[in-house]
């Protein structure tokens, strides 16, 4: 059975939750824009998440800077031993874990770069977990699923990020036009000039990044290919915790009660209907190469 | 013996791979039909691979081929022939972002060396040794770096260091930019991006609009410019100095190759011989440059984290300064003829500039012009026409001319 991985909200009431595992958002080292937590708060939310006989995943998922790096390995020093596995997108953090010679406690989320059957095995034959990108269709992923001979991790629900930039673009715009907002930290939107769509914007001090207008959501199509699914992550970024718990209960219902998708899928879409299967059934384009192109 | 730094340059076809490599550039790097990010640039067939190889041969200069697409399954039918053919054709190596294409390369055709691509977004010493690890021998690094980080970086490390030194910027870190995919369908890791980070768009607190009336929320960058920054880089040590734009043209390839490569030979010439560096004329070097290029410029990280001048904020520049008009073919020392290619519209009793690899900006005014049979004309306004002018200096093949 596929576990349910699902992000630690601040007021989340841990036993609520029908879950497998919580993921605790490093403040330091992760680039979650939802609640995040101090190394701190993190190893004492560890013991209530297994309290909970819970899985407790750890995600330092940003890219990391050179002038970054002491701190990363002072972090890592004092977490690696207390978690159950890292979410991690920065190789210095695999490096890390393969010098302590325990990288099946890795899950690999670069968000865009494993879509493929081979590289996701490459990372298997090193004994590392990952996350398929998300802008797979679902042909594709029931491929891959065929293809890899193992189990595959999937993001399964929430908005998703769609662009990661170290530059501080909110607060660069606000200074350059001498705005005087306090947009930092902040959950903002983005509409392009000739498109209808808003688009969640957030700068924080890791950078700026863009998520989707909608909540993907990979739900009857989950139930064709849960056999080979190792562990499905249900993103609660930008989703008040009141629904975020609803949602995660109504994936393990369709885990468990199989015969009744249609009807879970309908009380999916009362908690928030801006749903979309994003990808899945619309695959996007390789530009091949007009052969009489200049 | 110092190891001089590489000046790596793009091509979008031979005939700018030939000029790259005339003008200066130590090895180019080409996309081939598959597995390259730059689906609209006029991709190079292994026929076209061959003849960039042996002619790079000819001038000591190095091929690499980009394979930087992040592959889905379709993506890879005919790897495992393509990286021979690549060996075969004796290209030194792939600029690759998937550990799966790195692997297969490895074991298919070892000769070739693995490059990361800066898809990767590698900031850090660390990884860069888990890619030595997994058999990289150069890593590309992310745009993101700062010079500080860059000296840091080299200290640790046994891979090479590749960094951009010109050209456009990414205002994402490369590889995780999906904006192009979910706008328009076209996804960026598989050489389909839209540019959409250059769109314009309004930003929002609620229903509240934030950008003032008459502008709009941009988060474009200005393109990198790295004169500046370029003595610092060569006394850290970086192995290769690259440009980017396999989409830019002929004569932007030529001024931009030529700029560069004029100040790293006065960088080690200076250095040789104990001169202070602070006698190079900069300046100079900037308005060369603008010569050919379209769009504003910036340091990008070079300083650390950009500022506002780094971004692009409803300000478009897409004129360069001076005009392209013409390619040098040949030149007839007896008569002072040179048969030229025409690129762009010119008159006679204009006032024109040539430049060459060797031949320092010349200003002459065309007070005699011919067609290819020797017929007095005052305009040449025909694309690729062949035409005869006088000029009272010596030229070579492959200078060029511009208006002024």
Redesign the interface.
């Known amino acids: 059975m596929a576990k349910i991985y699902v992000d630690l909200k601040r007021e989340a009431n841990l036993s609520e939750y029908k879950c497998d595992g919580f993921i605790i958002n490093s403040s330091e080292f992760s680039c979650y824009n939802g609640e995040t937590f101090s190394l701190e708060e993190a190893l004492e939310l560890k013991e209530l998440v297994k309290k909970e006989n819970k899985i407790v995943i750890l995600n330092i998922d940003m890219i990391i800077s050179e002038d970054d790096l002491e701190a990363l390995l002072e972090y890592l020093d004092k977490t690696y031993k207390e978690f159950d596995y890292f979410i991690y997108s920065d190789m210095a953090i695999r490096y890390y874990f393969e010098e302590k010679n325990i990288v099946n406690k890795l899950i690999y989320n670069p968000q865009t770069l494993v879509a493929s059957s081979s590289e996701l095995t490459r990372y298997y034959e090193s004994g590392i977990n990952v996350l398929l990108a998300n802008e797979l269709s679902y042909e594709e992923i029931e491929k891959i699923c065929d293809m890899c001979g193992s189990y595959i991790n999937l993001e399964v629900y929430g908005y998703h990020q769609m662009f990661y930039s170290k530059r501080k673009l909110i607060s660069l715009y606000d200074k350059f036009f001498s705005l005087n907002k306090d947009l930092h930290d902040k959950e903002l939107s983005l509409k392009e000039e000739l498109r209808n769509e808003f688009y969640p914007i957030y700068e924080s001090n890791k950078g700026t990044f863009i998520y989707t207008d909608y909540i993907y959501c990979l739900f009857d199509e989950l139930l064709k290919i849960v056999d080979k699914v190792n562990f499905i992550k249900i993103n609660g970024v930008f989703i008040e915790e009141n629904d975020y718990c609803k949602v995660v209960s109504l994936y393990n219902r369709l885990l468990n009660e199989r015969e009744n998708v249609s009807i879970l899928y309908e009380e999916l879409k009362r908690i928030n209907s801006n749903l979309s299967k994003g990808f899945l059934l619309n695959k996007s384009i390789l530009l091949k190469v007009n052969e009489n192109e200049k | 013996m110092r190891n001089k730094v590489e000046l790596l340059a793009p091509a979008g076809d031979l005939e700018k791979l030939k000029i790259a490599i005339i003008y200066g550039a130590n090895a180019v790097y080409i996309g081939g ?1 598959k597995f390259s990010l730059r ?2 640039a ?2 190079f067939t292994i026929e076209n691979i061959r003849e960039a190889c042996a002619f790079a041969k000819e001038h000591g200069a190095k091929i690499y081929v980009t394979m930087n ?5 379709e ?2 039918d005919g790897l495992e022939d393509y990286l021979l053919e690549l060996e075969k054709a004796q290209v030194t190596g792939i600029i690759v ?4 294409i790195a ?1 297969v390369a490895q074991i298919v055709a070892p000769k070739l060396e693995c490059h990361l691509s800066t ?9 860069i ?3 030595e ?1 997994l058999g990289f021998t150069r890593v590309v690094l ?1 745009r ?2 700062s010079l500080e ?1 860059i000296k ?2 080299k200290e640790k490390v046994n891979a090479e260091l590749e960094v951009f030194i010109h050209g456009g910027l990414c ?3 490369s ?5 192009s ?3 328009t ?3 960026a ?4 991006c839209a540019h ?2 250059r ?7 609620r229903d509240n609009k ?3 009336e008459g ?5 474009g ?1 200005k393109d990198l410019v790295g004169i500046r920054h370029l003595f610092s880089l060569l006394d850290i040590g970086v192995a290769s100095l690259k440009i980017e734009g396999r989409m830019k043209s002929l004569y932007y390839i030529a001024t931009v190759v030529r700029c560069y490569k004029q100040l790293i030979d006065k960088y080690y010439e200076y250095v040789d011989n104990s001169v202070d560096l602070k006698g190079i004329d900069l300046e100079y070097f900037y308005k060369e440059i603008g010569k050919a290029e379209n769009r504003l410029m910036s340091i990008g ?1 070079f300083d650390g ?4 001048n ?2 692009l ?1 409803n300000i478009r520049s897409e004129t360069p300064t001076k005009e392209f008009i013409g390619i040098v073919l040949d030149y007839d020392e007896k008569t002072n003829i040179a048969t030229i290619e025409q690129r762009n519209y010119f008159e006679l009793n204009d006032k024109v500039e040539f430049f060459g690899p060797t031949l320092e900006n010349t200003e002459t005014t065309i007070t005699e012009l011919y067609d290819e049979n020797f017929t007095p004309i005052e305009v040449a306004r025909h694309p690729l026409q062949i035409l005869k002018i006088k000029v009272p200096f010596e030229l070579k093949k492959y200078d060029m001319i511009r208006k002024i």
């Not at chain 2, 972002?97 to 799966?100: D, E, F, H, T, V």
């Not at chain 2, 590889?175 to 904006?179: A, H, Q, S, V, Y």
Request: proline share 4%.
């Open positions: 039909k689906a609209r006029s991709n697409i992040i592959p889905h399954d993506d890879l972002s998937s550990l799966y692997k898809q990767a977004s590698v900031t850090n010493s660390l990884a040794k888990e890619y690890k992310a993101e770096t980080q840091k970086i205002v994402s870190y590889g995780r930019c999906m904006l995919n979910h706008l369908n076209r996804d890791n598989r050489g389909g959409s980070c769109w314009n768009y309004d930003l929002y607190d934030i950008n003032p502008f709009y929320f941009n988060i960058s990280f984290a950009p500022t506002c780094e971004q904020y």
